[in-house]
């Protein structure tokens, strides 16, 4: 049972203009949610986070917006650029002990065009 | 400079065989992290050491298991592969809590069953 959800298995945007990359989750313990970005060949990089007692964080060209009642998180890149194309997977982890864990979505391919 | 280093890149191993798989770190972070990622799904959890103590999910398979001689190297060992634990698998670390610090992944060992 998916946990974090990204139902876009791809997305196609131009060059200069906006990309939204969303994700969903069902665990309503998760508070703390990461975005990392894949090429190919390459471990995940860590790009953004936002904690659950925010609605917005923003680094850059890259914001992410949090809905907590909705269960939802969406990563705007504005403006995007060829560089950007890569897969970019959602996290989640819920504080258990004296660790954490991140819990991934599938990712989403993200292809920007010149 | 590296700082999260998987090997080899590619395994390729007999069904049955036993193989290990390895990671290294040069960052001296507390945690490492050891994920399976198969064709098109989400990177999955199958355990992670907080130090020396390991902490294994509930359905990694018995037949995975992991050894940390100390800080700077993790082991993945699978005692009898299946056709089915072909996959991407990915070594992560962080400093301790993940809304403090990011995790770091490695390039990952591409695992082939024969």
């Known amino acids: 049972d998916q946990q974090v959800k990204q139902n876009s298995p791809s997305l196609s945007v131009q060059e200069g203009r906006i990309s939204i990359l969303n994700c969903d989750y069902t665990?309503?313990?998760?508070?703390?949610f990461l975005w990392y970005k894949k090429y190919p060949a390459e471990g995940p990089t860590f790009l953004i986070s936002i904690s659950s007692i925010k609605d917005k964080n923003e680094d850059g060209r890259f914001t992410v917006f949090l809905n907590k009642s909705a269960k939802h998180l969406s990563l705007h890149i504005v403006p995007s650029q060829p560089g950007d194309s890569a897969v970019y997977f959602c996290?989640?982890?819920?504080?258990?002990?004296?660790?954490?864990?991140?819990?991934f979505g599938k990712g989403t391919k993200l292809t920007v065009n010149p | 400079d590296a700082m999260v280093i998987q090997n080899p890149r590619y395994q390729v191993t007999q069904f049955g065989k036993p193989v290990t798989l390895s990671c290294s770190q040069t960052l001296n972070h507390n945690v490492m992290y050891w994920y399976q990622q198969k064709s098109s799904q989400a990177p999955k959890l199958l355990f992670h050491?907080?130090?020396?103590?390991?902490?294994n999910e509930a359905d990694t398979p018995d037949n995975f298991q992991s050894r940390r001689p100390n800080t700077s190297f993790c082991f993945l060992d699978i005692r009898s592969p299946g056709l089915g634990d072909a996959a991407m698998y990915l070594c992560?670390?962080?400093?301790?809590?993940?809304?403090?610090?990011?995790?770091?992944f490695g390039q990952g060992t591409r695992l082939t069953v024969v």
């Open positions: 992560a670390t962080s400093r301790g809590f993940l809304r403090d610090t990011e995790a770091f």
């Open positions: 050491y907080y130090d020396k103590d390991f902490n």
């Open positions: 996290a989640a982890s819920a504080s258990q002990g004296g660790s954490e864990k991140l819990v």
């Open positions: 665990n309503s313990m998760f508070d703390y």
